[in-house]
């Protein structure tokens, strides 16, 4: 994907040396979101195999319609104006990673993008994503195939995961979360920390402070949404 706007701007007024800098400094992405790094490219392989095996009947709330045209939606460039032209572009992306190898390939292909090559991205990375009921995963078993990929690139000397509390979760579902967080930590996994994520306009965010009290009290950070 083409650099464009003020970004291929202000690249444009590096010299090469300056740029060459840049690309050998180390960097730390501490907050990139797993669902939305997934390489273009991924998301159409992903999209093509989704579809093909996807019958009228498949157990999803998304139809074989509506994935289509996010994805199409999602290649051609989406024009963000309001907050809800954000949230309408991941159902279907949702959609095509909700089976465990759909879910390992999307993750490999994130951690690849920033942290391989003779210029990484990153020389360090936290990937946050928030724990999802699947018809083929429970929010435990989605966080495993998530930790198995980080686990191949060097756990945490390279990259940490963040487990997001979205707005819209009830209490049950914010519980399950917190806890997966803390017992995965425990257990020596790469879990950093825990965030408050989703629609600014959903839920009500008094409802999270004992997560985050309980959260920090076993150690995890803290980083809140304000607004997408």
Known sequence: ???????????????????????????????????????ITVIQELA?????????????????????????KVLGGPSIDEI???FTLFPAIYAITSSPSALARATSAVLCFFLDGDYPQCAYLELRTTPRVTPEM????????????????GGIRRVGLIVSLDRRMGEDALRECLDLAV????????????????????????????YFKEAKAAGLGVTLHIAE
Not at 60 to 72: A, L
């Open 138 to 153: 429970t929010p435990e078993q989605y966080l495993r195939v998530v930790l198995g990929e980080l686990d191949r690139y």
């Open 48 to 72: 093509h195999e989704y579809l093909a095996c996807a019958t009228s009947s498949s157990a999803s709330i998304v139809s074989n319609d509506e994935i289509r045209k996010g994805i199409d």
């Open 84 to 86: 809800s032209d954000f």
């Open 183 to 210: 017992k995965f930590k425990a257990e020596g996994a790469p879990v950093v920390g825990v965030d408050l994520c989703g629609d600014p306009l959903a839920g009500d965010v008094t409802l999270f402070q004992k």
């Open 1 to 39: 994907m083409s650099i464009a706007g003020p970004a291929a701007a202000a690249l444009a007024a590096l010299s090469p040396d300056q740029i060459n800098f840049i690309n050998l400094l180390p960097k730390a992405e501490l907050h990139a979101h797993l669902n939305g790094s997934i390489p």
